[in-house]
């Protein structure tokens, strides 16, 4: 049975390895990122686990702007208690386990979480393939985000809580 639990920071090896099957060099959180947020937003940064295995994450810290920008790949701040917008800075799930729904498992329970701490919205951004995916969990395309991670062109999607 697959569980979301909040991450710990013995999951940084296998986390590692999911995010570097999923993304290139260039869009791969660092394992300094990594660590970061999972010492400063644990109560944001989630994973998918079945039989001690770990199949997928999303993370994001909680921002005062409605929209991600490049610094938060950086620099992040603890979330406040309540209000504010849930980001995504990162959404994957191991190759050999997609299209399983692991990731439609870890969208809902993030933002279960961010409307009990009653977040305004949840923020991320993606490249145009993905627009659809994100449209079907009820996010609003609102264009081209100022994003230059990874130097690929990123759509801003928004879903109200
Ligand atoms: C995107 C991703 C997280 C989806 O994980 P998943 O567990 O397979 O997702 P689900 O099973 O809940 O949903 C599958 C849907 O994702 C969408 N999807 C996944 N990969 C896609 C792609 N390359 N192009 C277009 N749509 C895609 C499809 O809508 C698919 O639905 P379908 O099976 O009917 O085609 C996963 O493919 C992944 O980790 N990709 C690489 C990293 C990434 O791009 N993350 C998103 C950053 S914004």
Redesign the pocket.
Known sequence: MIQVRNVKMEDLPELMTIENL??TKEEAATEEAFIKRIQVIPDSFFVAEEEGRIL?LVNGPVIQQPYITDDLFQEIKANPETSGHQSIL????SPA?????????LLTHIEKEAKAKKRETIT????E??I??YQ?HGYINEGVSNSEYGGVTWYNMVKKL
Not at 124 to 127: A, D, E, P
């Open positions: 999923c993304f997928g990162g959404l994957a799930v386990f997609q299209k399983r729904g692991i990731a439609s498992r991320l951004t993606c490249k393939n993905l659809p995916f079907r």
